[in-house]
């Protein structure tokens, strides 16, 4: 039995959870500042790692006491590293470095979006080898995983990551912000409309996304429309501007999944929540019937502890314990990736 | 030279420009790119990376606000000033500036105090589809001599 005491604190959301066997959610408490940062348009590294900084005990103290655990009961200390924002990432590095050096626990040190690819254990078993599609305001990649806690960065975005794109266009649209949510919401009420009509985006690799020229293509559009004194319908640009994104995020999906051939698929993230592209995967994998697909409920896809504590015990599974001198990495690569 | 301007026909031209821009870098420069969205900042980074020996592809780092890539001549020290619009703390950047990296700052117009004396301003303004005029600025020595270099 392996109880992880778990902290994340790479951006908007200050947690800890303890997690048991890397699958079971002893308690899971998170303090999120969304609606802070809903007054800004975005998150405020400052004022992200402010409210970080006072709000860190109080989730590790409500954590531990909503598990009925002692600290005798855990066996190690799983934080995140990074990437992130550097403010923020340095909050949960030095409580989780704190709270080791205290109690002499070891430190399991993880990258965030490996977290959101094992968030899925708490929906069931991982089975390898498995393909992830990590969706997030940061991140768009395909990971390739063989084996247990072992990671390989297939495919990336070329220049803008899905929710980043997502944000930009809300924020041209006048949606506020997050973004995404918002469009995902307004595209319900739009049509496929023939003015509106998107370049697909094109890549070099493959496996590669790109989204900076749809973004490009959207504002050019909306600025066209405007000068030529046609109406713009929010509705139906965001219903194409998502249906381009996520169609073609999703035909590389399926072909890296044709491609390499793994027992069961993820889906990880933010974005994750999207509920098109929950859609489409779910239509779009039945091409693939022999591999299974995992999409996490919606309270996994956003940042949590729990995930850190699910890969976490994989971590500490595999030996792979950080040091005292290990330092916040806003730039931390994926264990594995060149 | 205090002041250049060049124009580029496609991406491949902006890359290999923002390549040369990489390429004739030197330790602790601070470049300010400015332009609308979609005008080409993070395409130019994504140049000056390949041009510092990067082979990691550049991304935008709108979201977490800095992104540092190591593995070339100099650390590539890319951040975004986009969401910090309106505020003026010290938000912990200055530490990576002054480390012998170069860094790229994009909206720079938000974070007035992560902007040393001497600089080198690049303004990007978006012609038409992937046409785009660069107006390079120097302040500061260094920079004129990159710019003799560039041109």
């Known amino acids: ?338 | 030279m205090k002041t250049l301007i060049l124009n580029t026909q496609s991406r491949e031209e902006t890359h290999a420009l923002g390549e040369k821009l990489g390429a004739a870098a030197k330790e602790n420069m601070v470049f300010l790119l400015s332009g609308d969205l979609g005008a080409g900042k993070t395409t130019l980074t994504q140049g000056i990376a390949r041009g510092l020996g990067i082979k990691r592809l550049v991304t935008s780092p709108t979201f977490t606000i800095q992104k540092l890539y190591r593995g070339g001549r100099l650390v590539l020290n890319h951040i975004d000033a986009y969401r910090l619009e309106g505020l003026s703390q010290d938000l912990g950047f200055e530490e990576y500036m002054n480390d012998g990296g170069l860094t790229v700052i994009e909206w720079s117009q938000f974070a007035p105090q992560l902007i040393p004396d001497e600089h080198l301003t690049v303004t990007i303004h978006l012609l038409e589809e992937d046409a785009r005029e660069f107006r390079f600025e120097a302040a500061g020595k260094q920079y004129e001599e990159l710019l003799e270099e560039l041109a």
Not at chain 1, 139 to 157: A, R, S
Not at chain 1, 186 to 204: C, F, I, Q, R, V
Not at chain 1, 224 to 238: F, H, Q, S, T, Y
Not at chain 1, 280 to 295: A, F
């Open chain 1, 1 to 338: 039995m392996t109880t992880i005491l778990a902290i994340e604190s790479s951006c908007d959301e200050t947690a800890c959870a303890i997690i048991r066997n890397g699958n079971e959610i002893l308690s899971n408490i998170v303090s999120s500042q969304i609606n802070t940062h809903t007054l800004y348009g975005g998150v405020v590294p400052e004022v992200a790692s402010r409210i970080h900084v006072e709000n860190i005990s109080t989730v590790v103290t409500e954590a531990l006491a909503a598990s009925g655990c002692s600290m005798d009961d855990i066996d190690a200390v799983a934080y995140t590293l990074g990437p992130g924002l550097i403010g923020s990432l340095h909050v949960g590095v030095m409580a989780a470095k704190t709270i080791a050096f205290a109690y002499h626990k070891p430190l399991v040190p993880v990258h965030h979006i490996t977290g959101h690819i094992y968030a899925n254990a708490f929906v069931t078993e991982l089975k390898f080898p498995l393909m992830a599609l990590v969706v997030s305001g940061g991140h768009t990649e395909l990971v390739w995983m063989k084996n247990d806690y072992d990671f390989e960065v297939i495919g990336t975005t070329a220049d803008d990551a899905i929710g980043e794109a997502y944000d930009k266009v809300a924020r041209v649209l006048g949606l506020g912000y997050p973004g995404g949510p918002a469009i995902d919401k307004l595209a319900k009420e739009g049509h496929y409309n023939p003015d509106y009509k998107l370049p697909t985006p094109k890549t070099d690799d493959p496996h590669n996304f790109s989204f900076s020229g749809l973004k490009t293509a959207v504002l050019q559009l909306n600025d066209r429309l405007k000068r030529n004194g046609k109406e713009v319908v929010p509705a139906d640009l965001a219903w194409c501007f998502q249906e381009t994104a996520l169609n073609s995020m999703v035909d590389k999906t399926i072909a890296a999944v044709k491609e390499k051939q793994p027992v069961m698929t993820v889906l990880a993230g933010g974005v994750a929540a999207n509920s098109r592209l929950r859609e489409l995967m779910s239509e779009r994998m039945k091409e693939v019937p022999e591999c299974e697909l995992v999409i996490p409920p919606l309270k996994y896809c956003t940042d949590n502890a729990a995930m850190i504590g699910a890969v976490g015990a994989a971590a500490y599974a595999h030996g792979m314990f950080g040091t005292f001198e290990d330092a916040a990495d806003p730039g931390l690569i994926m264990p594995g990736e060149e």
